[in-house]
């Protein structure tokens, strides 16, 4: 399976910060947003990666992620001028995705939960057309909302509906099959101008391809998007590495524990950055491996 990061648009909901910046660069907490969106797709043992971005933006992330062999990825670029929207995702990658599966994430969305890599491993071990990744929110009005039968199966989802069938709120985490490479081409844009991702999803459950796993209690889904979405996830990341004394999201770390890289390769890229806390720690995982 291939992965892409969708790490585009305006990000007009964090204007003033965002005003020259991309947001998926602001730092939440002790490293950059993109961290955190990379790290789910390497749990899940992806390593080819291709980030779509803005063309203004681009060579930053190049800069901060290079070419990803230190890490044992191989990780590539590609433009989306305008925010056409994010099923546009498939078919700007259509050429790196070629015959393969595909992982999407968006670039502002923020996984934790013990056992996230084995659920994201089986499910692409056991993928058999779109499997989507579900979290019970209070507010689901502001969401996309799956709707289920009496069974239980998935049978609809609702853009921000008024008056909600659930409280599974779509992450912004989704696994598909090749072919949805030929739905993106088909798709008509919505009347915002943009080729809507839940309209891919949509269409495999018309198909009865479509499945929906929930992240259980003990999850966080975090949506690094606005000013106080952004603070809040910072706040959490604190939290939890000063109480457990590891690092989320790092790097080096799950390259190193997925096997992509050995413990001395680990050990020199913390030593690049051995005046900071993060470099001092990738060497305290190198050494403890």
């Known amino acids: 399976m291939k992965g892409i990061i ?10 003033p910060l965002t005003m020259a910046m991309s947001k998926q660069l602001l730092p939440v907490y002790d490293k950059p947003m993109i961290y955190y969106p990379l790290s789910t797709l390497m749990l899940g043992g992806v390593r080819e990666i291709l980030l779509i971005s803005t063309p203004t933006h681009l060579p930053i992330f190049r800069q901060v992620l290079g070419d990803g062999a230190e890490l044992g990825l191989d990780i590539t ?15 700007i990658g259509a050429r790196f995705i070629g015959d393969d599966s595909v992982s999407l994430i968006l670039g502002d969305n923020i996984f934790y939960g013990q056992g996230l890599s084995e659920l994201l491993q089986t499910s692409v071990r056991d993928l058999t057309g779109c499997t989507l990744f579900g979290h019970t929110v209070r507010d689901p009005q502001r969401y996309g909302v799956a709707e289920f039968d009496a069974e239980g199966r998935l049978v609809d989802i609702e853009e921000k509906p008024a ?11 989704y696994l598909y099959t090749n072919d949805v490479v030929e739905i993106a081409r088909e798709l008509a844009p919505s009347q ?15 198909l009865g391809r479509a499945r929906l796993k929930a992240f259980g209690r003990g999850f966080a ?11 809040s996830a910072a ?8 109480r457990q004394g590891v690092r989320m999201a790092c790097l080096e770390e799950i390259a190193l524990r997925m096997g992509f890289i050995d413990a001395d390769s680990c050990y020199a890229l913390g030593r690049k950055q051995q005046n900071s806390g993060y470099g001092r720690y990738v060497m305290a995982a190198a050494q403890a491996d």
């Open 6 to 15: 969708l790490a585009g648009g305006t990000g007009s909901r964090l204007h």
């Open 163 to 173: 008056r909600p069938k659930s409280s599974e709120a779509i992450t912004g985490l």
């Open 221 to 231: 889904w975090l949506d690094a998007g606005t000013h106080d979405g952004l603070l």
């Open 235 to 242: 706040q959490f990341v604190q939290v939890l590495e000063h």
């Open 77 to 91: 670029y590609a433009e989306q001028p305008q925010p056409t929207g994010i099923a546009d995702a498939f078919r």
């Open 192 to 206: 915002r101008g943009e080729l809507e991702i839940t309209d891919v999803n949509r269409a495999y459950i018309a």
